[in-house]
Every structure is written in C-alpha cells, then in structure tokens.
C-alpha cells in the first residue's frame, strides 16, 4: 500500500517568500506529525494533529511557521517570510493512533527546503 | 543537556563483528523507547521497540535501564546492510499522552567487508 507522501519533494525559494508544504498520510491513520531534519541531527518534532485538531504546537520555532489538516487527512506546513536558517528537511509521519505509547510512526520522504 | 543523547560515531565494524550502541536520556517520566534506523537520504524507520524487559529482534538485541535512564542496542554479525545511522528515540509520554518522538542525534554504523 502506498506510504506517507510529501510534495514538493525539493523547494528552493528566495529569502522573504511564502513556502506551502505538502503531507499526505496513510489512508486511515488518525496522527499526523512533522518534524524538521538538519543534516547531521535526528527529526526534531515540529507539530502534531489528532484527526483535523493540532494537539500540539510547541516545537514549531516562532510565528512564521503554521500548519492545517482541516479535514483530517492532508496536512499543509506554511513557513512564512522564509529565512536562510529554514534551510531543512521537513518530514512528515502518520501513525494509526496515538492511544498506544508504542504506535509505529510511518515517515514520508521528507521535502528538501533550501533558502537562498 | 540534549533530552537525548548519543556517541555519533562512525562505529567503523567488519562483517561479522557485534557491535554495541548506547544512548542516554534525561526525562525520567519517559514511558516508551525505540531505536530507529536511517539510511542514507531516507526517512526514518522503526527497527525496533525497546521494553523494560529487554528484547531480541533475530540479530538485534534491544535494552533498557530505568534507573540510569540508559538504551542500549547489539547488533550480533554484523552485515553490509546494517550500515546505517541509528537513531535512539524517546516517547516522553508526560506531554499529553501521545506520541511525540524525541530523537538522538544519531550513531552511523559502517560495516566493511
């Protein structure tokens, strides 16, 4: 079945613009969450929705930064005004629930952000 | 202090060698534990869950000590294939139940002929 999926797979934008970023989870998985990758580190959380409603914002590093799942399936992360330290990847994952501590999350293959 | 912490290596190994992994953290409420693997430009996927007995995974060996608050991770014969960045991951299930995953830096394993 198909994965977690991300567009635009790489994003090379100029220093003040808007940036839309695309995440399509597993059919049926209720949690959503992103994550931003430098290179280097591991995924730090960025975000997490429980169907349409985000639980959780605290990793999301200032204003600039905002993300929607109105209907509970696609999620959209906005970075507003983008600056050279977005520069990232930003990756996507889903998992079933989040009843469980130990529900798999699945990750997407994530969308190379580069800020000029 | 990183909420989680890892030595990042290289770990340079031969086919066939066991290698050991350790990692550190400093949430003593975590509840659940995981190591995850990544290769090379690819997401992350789970290699295995960590229990506080201890688990086995074929060639992996996963354990976990509450009171030092420390993950380990064996892997026995090394392959060619298991070269990869291992990440340790930890659920801090205090924030509101779900999960958020805290993530290690990393250890990068090469495994050479």
């Known amino acids: 079945g198909a994965g977690v999926s991300q567009s635009p797979r790489y994003k090379v934008t100029k220093r003040g613009q808007d940036v839309a970023l695309r995440c399509d989870p597993i059919?049926?998985?209720?949690?959503l969450y992103w994550y931003r990758q430098a290179l280097g580190q591991g995924p730090e959380f960025l975000t997490y929705?429980?169907?349409?409603?985000?639980?959780?914002k605290s990793g999301l590093p200032n204003d600039r930064f905002s993300a929607e799942r109105p209907e509970g399936s696609i999620s959209t992360l906005t970075i507003q005004r983008t600056e050279q330290r977005d520069s990232a990847m930003y990756r996507c994952a889903s998992s079933h629930t989040s009843e469980s501590s130990y529900n798999e999350q699945f990750f997407g293959p994530g969308t190379r952000l580069t800020v000029l | 202090r990183k909420e989680v912490e890892q030595d990042p290596g290289p770990f340079n190994v031969p086919e066939g060698a066991t290698v050991a992994f350790n990692c550190t953290y400093s949430n003593s409420a975590s509840q659940s534990f995981f190591w995850y693997r990544q290769d090379c430009r690819k997401e992350p996927k789970l290699l295995m869950s960590?229990?506080?007995s201890g688990n086995e995974d074929g060639r992996f060996t996963a354990q976990l000590n509450r009171a030092s608050q420390y993950i380990s991770l064996l892997i026995r014969d090394s392959k060619l294939s298991d070269s990869a960045t291992y990440l340790c991951?930890?659920?801090?299930?205090?924030?509101?139940?779900?999960?958020?995953?805290?993530f290690g830096a990393g250890t990068r394993l090469a495994v050479h002929p």
């Open positions: 991951v930890v659920n801090p299930l205090g924030s509101g139940g779900y999960n958020k995953l805290i």
């Open positions: 059919s049926g998985h209720v949690s």
């Open positions: 929705f429980n169907y349409e409603a985000q639980q959780d």
């Open positions: 960590v229990y506080s």
